[in-house]
């Protein structure tokens, strides 16, 4: 049984560790870190991209965080906007190893819980790359009231969450030195 999700996409930062480079639009075998994630997500029932636009190769909705470069959690609330399915399946575009099959495992993953997330391999919980329900999110970001600048785990910390068992879906790319992984 497919269950119904919304993906929401940050791609909003200023890849200040990249050199100022849009790692959204970083090219990795012939695709950019971006369009790796809407590929990963394409079985969402609607998509927004919380960042500026750009081109992609798949229809995507797009909003922007306010104020602009307010930090993944501003980017969260400005993405619950969107769509209405109740899961929403919440990603950072710089995970270029996140399958289809790993979005499946955590929607259907979810159980009774608020949210199902992946490990990268290291074992750190990746709360940019989980599986939430949409009512617990949009609360935890009510809960915070103004959402810019604060903390994604201090924002969510009272969430019922699962984790994956580690694996190199969950690894995020901050600089350079993580694509050698």
């Not at 369009?35 to 919380?50: G, P, W």
Request: aromatic fraction near 4%.
């Amino acid at each position: 049984m497919r269950v119904e999700y919304d993906a929401l996409v940050l791609a909003g930062g200023g890849s200040t560790r990249f050199g100022g480079v849009d790692k959204a639009m970083l090219v990795l075998d012939g695709v950019t870190m971006l369009d790796r994630v809407l590929a990963a997500t394409e079985d969402a029932a609607s998509t927004v991209v919380v960042g500026p636009v750009r081109t992609t190769y798949r229809p995507v909705s797009w909003t922007v965080e306010n104020p602009p470069s307010g930090g993944p959690v501003a980017g969260i609330a400005a993405g619950l906007a969107h769509g209405s399915a109740p899961i929403v399946a919440v990603f950072s575009c710089d995970l270029p190893w996140l399958t289809k099959d790993d979005v499946t495992l955590l929607v259907s993953g979810l159980g009774d819980h608020d949210g199902h997330g992946l490990r990268d391999t290291e074992g750190h919980e990746q709360h940019l790359a989980t599986a939430y329900r949409r009512t617990e999110l949009a609360a935890a970001i009510r809960r915070v009231g103004d959402p810019r600048d604060k903390s994604v785990r201090r924002t969510l910390a009272g969430l019922d969450l699962t984790w994956s068992e580690p694996t190199r879906a969950g690894h995020d790319v901050d600089t350079w030195a993580d694509l050698d992984d």
